[in-house]
């Protein structure tokens, strides 16, 4: 069955139409069975349940990420992007495809943050957007330090395209990580930044995904039922410039 936020994000679509060349629909039909308790979460889950940054009432950037499952020859694994260490905000971290919604990409209310992450991962990675079904759309969320009021959005790569850094000046490169080091409690940390900030992190793929990524992938584990317990007292320090 389909959530509210997915027909709201379909009956936008309908009534509005692809926007350059893209399909707005969200559908959890014919998904791979590993990926139902992803969809079930993703149909019911609150935005507390997610993170304690919540959007204020009004301002704040509106943008959209891409959160892509596909299937390796390590079995089920998520896409990732490393951002150019040059740039102002967030250099040099592991993240999710995305950005901030262009007019073009239609109502935040409606389908349009489905097309930015769309949009944006093939700004981003290359990624044919027309082999990704988009199967969820989570709550939004807040990043105080950059100020975007960030949609994640669901996807299954269900005909996968090759990927790499597009631009270098933005993306140092791209690659994908198993679920199955995602989960791996070895691979499991607590960052903790000068400020007091913690929070979880995984070590994977020669890369420390900490931040929003990070809390994102750990409460979709939490959710889906895949989480495994892990130390939450092995802490990676971060230091101010992070």
């Known amino acids: 069955m389909r959530s509210a936020r997915e027909q709201r994000y379909d009956e936008e679509a309908d009534a509005r139409g692809a926007a350059s060349g893209r399909d707005a629909m969200v559908t959890a039909e014919g998904l791979p069975e590993w990926l ?22 009004g301002g704040g950037r509106q943008s959209a990420v891409l959160i892509l499952f596909g299937h390796g020859p390590r079995g089920p694994e998520l896409l990732l992007m490393e951002r150019a260490g040059t740039l102002r905000s967030h250099a040099g971290q592991p993240s999710f495809p995305g950005g901030a919604l262009d007019p ?32 969820g759309v ?11 009021v960030v949609t994640p959005v669901l996807g299954w790569w269900r005909r996968p395209s090759p990927v790499g850094a597009v631009d270098q000046a933005e993306t140092a490169r791209v690659f994908t990580v198993p679920v199955a080091d995602l989960t791996d409690p070895a691979h499991r940390v607590t960052t903790r930044h ?11 793929e020669n890369a420390l995904v900490w931040g929003f990524t990070a809390g994102v992938i750990d409460r979709l584990l939490h959710y889906a039922g895949w989480e495994i317990p892990w130390d939450r007292d092995k802490a990676v320090p971060l230091d101010w410039r992070s």
Do not use: C, K
């Not at 993703?42 to 935005?47: D, G, L, Q």
């Not at 709550?139 to 975007?148: D, T």
């Open 138 to 148: 989570l709550p939004r969320l807040y990043i105080p330090v950059s100020g975007f």
């Open 104 to 135: 073009e990409d239609g109502d935040p209310d409606g389908p349009g943050p489905v097309r930015a992450a769309l949009r944006e991962a093939e700004e981003e990675t290359g990624l044919d957007p027309s082999g990704v079904q988009v199967f």
């Open 194 to 204: 000068p400020s007091g900030h913690t929070g979880p992190a995984f070590l994977v």
């Open 36 to 57: 139902s308790p992803v969809a079930r979460a993703a149909s019911t889950i609150e935005p507390r349940q997610l993170s304690r940054f919540l959007p204020p009432e």
